[in-house]
């Protein structure tokens, strides 16, 4: 083999890395996007339960700007999840002012504070979250049954 031939194998390489790479990037983008809907279901449901076996509240912190979800059951149930690097939390549901929130403020981004009774109906809420491609998901807590779901959501 000639020092030419290996130039031009290993510019073919470079180009086939440089074609593929984007692609590989989006797909990681995609499951990584998939499997916090599935954390963030999991953990609501994992608040849900506790609640109804401990027979103890449970309070659910959605915090936006620190992109947590975190549950404190007050008998020692504390669990806290952190969005993974490239997604982001965007807006809480439904878009209702809080007490203390500031007029000026959007309700949709500001921490929220769920409570999870005992016996008691599931809230109706939900949580949307993008990675940098723009791919949105949603997380709802379905009042009926009290389980989450998790569902696209079309760009606006």
Do not use: C, W
Not at 27 to 45: K, P
Not at 96 to 115: F, K, N, S, T
């Amino acid at each position: 083999m000639t020092m030419l031939e290996m130039l031009v194998v290993v510019a073919i390489l470079a180009l086939l890395v440089a074609v593929s790479l984007p692609s590989v990037t989006a797909g990681l983008d995609s499951i990584r996007l998939a499997s916090t809907g599935d954390a963030i279901a999991s953990f609501l449901n994992g608040a849900v339960t506790h609640a109804e076996r401990s027979e103890q509240p449970v309070i659910v912190v959605i915090s936006l700007k620190e992109g947590t979800i975190s549950a404190d059951g007050g008998d020692g149930y504390v669990r806290r999840f952190e969005m993974p690097q490239g997604i982001i939390l965007d807006r809480v549901l439904p878009e209702e002012v809080p007490p203390g929130v500031a007029d000026a403020e959007d309700p949709a981004h500001a921490d929220r504070q769920i409570l999870l009774l005992p016996g008691g109906v599931a809230p109706a809420i939900g949580v949307e979250y993008f990675n940098h491609h723009g791919a949105r998901r949603r997380v709802q807590l379905d009042p009926m049954t009290g389980f989450p779901h998790v569902e696209n959501v079309s760009k606006e």
